[in-house]
């Protein structure tokens, strides 16, 4: 084994599996999917870590990979089926949208910055997963044209409740994320039945904040 597929296997059996992930989808997607090929190679040492890595530029916003055992476990609570229609927001380089692909039936995926987002098409693109639409987007806007969708991937943490993509969920949809509206922040499932949105928190979790997803500062006089 090569030494990134050695770090990718203790990643899932030191990580992933501990974590109470389950779903061999998930387990055999991440063993499949190359996380280094998302980072920038002057990190791609620290691609199987167990930490939020940055895979932004320098001059862009602070965007990251959310932590590999809190991405498996989002995505086991979401129960994406292989028929559902996903959307990955605030994809970053494209490391969630590729590991949903490879066993959900459609997956869009959106990013704010136009350069991870071009970044995130080639890594897909040199996977064989061009499929995967990714679009230059702001998080809180979703994909409002191709909605509804089965499930919503949020690729870190929200400080408001994300109205418009709750819209935007199929009757039966599952929106997975880490809300950080309260303290400490947890990682949630919302799940739109009969009109309505009801929410359940899955366990305690720390992501950074989506840009357009952060709470606005309020002013007292």
Do not use: W
């Amino acid at each position: 084994m090569s030494g990134f597929s050695t770090a990718r296997q203790n990643m899932v059996d030191c990580q992933v599996r501990p974590s109470d992930v389950t779903d061999s989808r998930i387990i055999e997607a991440m063993l499949k999917v190359p996380r280094e090929l998302f980072v920038p190679l002057d990190r791609r040492a620290l691609a199987y870590l167990d930490l939020d890595l940055d895979v932004s530029d320098a001059e862009s916003t602070r965007r990251c990979l959310i932590k590999p055992a809190v991405t498996a476990r989002m995505l086991q609570a979401a129960a994406i089926q292989e028929t559902d229609k996903v959307l990955v927001v605030g994809c970053a380089t494209g490391y969630i949208a590729a590991v949903v692909g490879q066993f959900a039936s459609e997956v869009t995926a959106t990013e704010s910055e136009s350069t991870l987002a071009a970044k995130a098409r080639v890594a897909l693109a040199e996977l064989g997963m061009g499929k995967i639409a990714v679009q230059v987007a702001a998080a809180a806007d979703g994909d409002p044209a191709h909605a509804p969708y089965d499930v919503i991937v949020l690729n870190g943490a929200t400080e408001i409740v994300p109205e418009i993509l709750y819209q935007q969920l199929r009757e039966g949809g599952r929106l997975v994320g880490i809300f950080a509206t309260t303290r400490p922040p947890r990682a949630t499932i919302v799940t739109h039945s009969h009109e309505d949105f009801g929410s359940r928190p899955l366990f305690d979790a720390a992501a950074p904040v989506l840009p357009g997803l952060d709470r606005r500062p309020v002013f007292v006089f």
